[in-house]
T-cell receptor
Framework: DAKTTQPNSMESNEEEPVHLPCNHS???????IHWYRQLPSQGPEYVIH???SNVNNRMASLAIAEDRKSSTLILHRATLRDAAVYYC??????????FGKGTRLSVIA | EAGVTQSPTHLIKTRGQQATLRCSPI?????VYWYQQALGLGLQFLLW???????NRGNFPPRFSGRQFPNYSSELNVNALELEDSALYLC?????????????FGAGSRLTVL
C-alpha cells in the first residue's frame, strides 16, 4: 500500500489558517488523496478528497502538488472545534481505507 | 438522511464470552467496513464487506468474524473474548468501489471485556 507521511502534531492559534502537510511520494495514478479527521471520543469524519486538482468545500481546501507527491490540507480559520487528529490517506477503492497515525492538531484560544 | 447506526452503544462482557455488534449502513450503500480502535491507539482495519461478500480482512485472528445481510446491514462477532479486545469498534459504509468513495462512520460500539 502506498504510504503517507505526516507530522505527529501541530499547533495553531484560533482564527488563524492552518496548513497540514502530507507527503506521499509513492502515490499511484489511481490513488485519490483523502483527508479524514477524528474528534475526541467520536468516529472519523470525512473532510475532503481530490485526485489531481485543488479542491474546496465548506470545511477545508486541499492543495495538491503538480507531481502529486505531496498535498496540504488548509483550514482557513481554525476554531477550537477543529482540534482533532487529521489523517491523510491514499485510497483507490480496491483496498480498505488504511489509517496511519495522523497529525494531532491543537488549537489555542 | 439517517447516518450509519451502530448497536449497542456500550457492551460489557467477561473473558471467554462472545460479543455481537451490529451496523446499519446509509441507505443505498453496499460496502460496510469494520475497524477497531483500542484506547490510545490508532484505527485498525478489521473487515470489509461488499454486496454480501467479504472483500478483505485485516490482521486479526479468526475469532473475529462477521457477515453482511441482504439489506446490507452487517454484524461483527468476536468469540472467546480476551481482555485486549476491549476497544471502540467502528463501522463505516460507502456507496461503491471507487477511489472517489467517501466513507461515513458510525459513532461506534464500545466493548469492555472484564
Amino acid at each position: 500500500d502506498a504510504k503517507t507521511t505526516q507530522p505527529n502534531s501541530m499547533e495553531s492559534n484560533e482564527e488563524e489558517p492552518v496548513h497540514l502537510p502530507c507527503n506521499h511520494s509513492t502515490i499511484s495514478g489511481t490513488d485519490y488523496i483523502h483527508w479524514y479527521r477524528q474528534l475526541p471520543s467520536q468516529g472519523p469524519e470525512y473532510v475532503i478528497h481530490g485526485l489531481t486538482s485543488n479542491v474546496n468545500n465548506r470545511m477545508a481546501s486541499l492543495a495538491i502538488a503538480e507531481d502529486r507527491k505531496s498535498s496540504t490540507l488548509i483550514l482557513h480559520r481554525a476554531t477550537l472545534r477543529d482540534a482533532a487528529v487529521y489523517y491523510c490517506i491514499l485510497y483507490s477503492g480496491n483496498t480498505p481505507l488504511v489509517f496511519g497515525k495522523g497529525t494531532r492538531l491543537s488549537v489555542i484560544a | 438522511e439517517a447516518g450509519v447506526t451502530q448497536s449497542p452503544t456500550h457492551l460489557i462482557k467477561t473473558r471467554g464470552q462472545q460479543a455481537t455488534l451490529r451496523c446499519s449502513p446509509i441507505s443505498g450503500h453496499t460496502s460496510v467496513y469494520w475497524y477497531q480502535q483500542a484506547l490510545g491507539l490508532g484505527l485498525q482495519f478489521l473487515l470489509w464487506y461488499d454486496e454480501g461478500e467479504e472483500r478483505n480482512r485485516g490482521n486479526f485472528p479468526p475469532r473475529f468474524s462477521g457477515r453482511q445481510f441482504p439489506n446490507y446491514s452487517s454484524e461483527l462477532n468476536v468469540n472467546a473474548l480476551e481482555l485486549e479486545d476491549s476497544a471502540l469498534y467502528l463501522c463505516a459504509s460507502s456507496l461503491r468501489l471507487s477511489g472517489a468513495n467517501v466513507l461515513t462512520f458510525g459513532a461506534g460500539s464500545r466493548l469492555t471485556v472484564l
